[in-house]
């Protein structure tokens, strides 16, 4: 079975300050990992994807993630937010069949 | 860039009665899905199809769901005798493949309310 744990249902973070957003997985099978993106009225639009080619996944808008098994970890990164990037972000696992096991999600509030 | 799209945005609905999202997947995606999001929580799988029929479905998927491509564009989930919990968004999405390395593109959702 796959699932996803986010850490934190709400994160402030300042414009420039580093975005950090987690996000563990339990999974029976070598995992399939996704990063999106909810805007307010809008449906989810994809990040990245970690899919076992490389551990440090490059996305849109100047997100990344890195895998990491040993900690069960696929945390989103991001340099220097944007108020651009105010959303709210969910991690996603497949593994089997053509399931996707999304987590609560993260709101993320960019201070000005 | 295609998108998938949802009719109607909101959908407002007395307890009992029945509704029909209706959903149009890009055009040259082969398989279809539905999610829900009940406020608050967790995105949660429905149902995924393909070739005409039901290829997985959760638990929440019982006898009161169905799906429906009723021609070769539009995709419908249709809920029967609706219920306060069935209040939700429900998001439509579509993939290329069916293997866990296509990624769903969503549409923008339907907000369904049931007073």
């Known amino acids: 079975a796959q699932s996803v744990t986010q850490l934190g249902s709400h994160v402030s973070v300042s414009e420039g300050a580093l975005v950090l957003l987690r996000c563990n997985y339990s999974?029976?099978?070598?995992?399939?990992l996704f990063w999106y993106v909810q805007y307010p009225n809008q449906g989810l639009q994809l990040l990245l994807k970690?899919?076992?080619?490389?551990?440090l996944v490059k996305g849109i808008n100047g997100f990344e993630a890195e895998f990491k098994k040993s900690e069960t970890s696929f945390h989103l990164t991001k340099p220097s937010a944007h108020m651009s990037d105010a959303a709210e972000y969910f991690c996603?696992?497949?593994?089997?069949?053509?399931?996707?096991?999304f987590g609560t999600g993260t709101s993320l509030t960019v201070i000005p | 860039e295609p998108e998938v799209t949802q009719t109607p945005s909101h959908q407002v609905t007395q307890m009992g009665q029945e509704v029909i999202l209706r959903c149009v997947p890009i055009?040259?995606?082969?398989?279809f899905y539905w999610y829900r999001q009940i406020l608050g929580q967790k995105v949660e799988f429905l149902v995924s199809?393909?070739?005409?029929?039901?290829?997985?479905k959760s638990e929440i998927f019982d006898d009161q769901f169905s799906v429906e491509r009723p021609d070769g564009s539009n995709f419908t989930l249709k809920i029967r005798s609706t219920k306060l919990e069935d209040s939700a968004m429900y998001f439509c999405?579509?993939?290329?493949?069916?293997?866990?390395?296509?990624?769903?593109?969503f549409g923008n959702g339907t907000r369904l309310t049931v007073t």
């Open positions: 999405a579509s993939s290329q493949q069916g293997d866990y390395n296509s990624p769903l593109h």
């Open positions: 999974s029976s099978v070598p995992p399939y």
């Open positions: 970690y899919t076992s080619a490389a551990t």
């Open positions: 996603a696992v497949s593994g089997s069949g053509n399931q996707f096991y």
């Open positions: 055009s040259n995606h082969l398989y």
């Open positions: 199809f393909y070739n005409n029929e039901i290829s997985e």
